[in-house]
C-alpha cells in the first residue's frame, strides 16, 4: 500500500509539472511585433546627418529631430560647440533639409 501511495504521488507530481510547462508555452508570444518603419528611420537619418554637422562645426552632437517646415522634412539638429578660453559651450541650432 505504502509504494502505490508514492507511486500515486510521483504520478501526480509528474503531471502538474507537464500542465505547468505547458501552460507557460503557450502563453509565449508566437511572433514579433513590427516597428513602426517612417518614423525610426527618419530619427536615425536625423541622428546621422547631426553627427556629420556636429563634426564640420568642431562640435558635439546634443540633439537630432525631425520636423516639417513649408511642408518639407527637415531635420533640426543642436550642437554644441566649445567656448573660447576656458567659456562655457555655445548652443548652435542648425536647419538641415532632409534627403
Partial sequence: MKTLRSHLRTAILALC???LFASRATALPTDMPQPADPIILASSDC???GQQVAEQNGGTLAKASQSTRGGQSVCV???????KDGQRP??????????
Fill in 90 to 99: 555655445r548652443r548652435s541650432e542648425i536647419v538641415v533639409p532632409q534627403n
Fill in 77 to 83: 539638429i543642436v550642437v554644441l560647440v566649445p567656448g
Fill in 47 to 49: 541622428y546621422a546627418i
Fill in 17 to 19: 509539472a507537464v500542465g
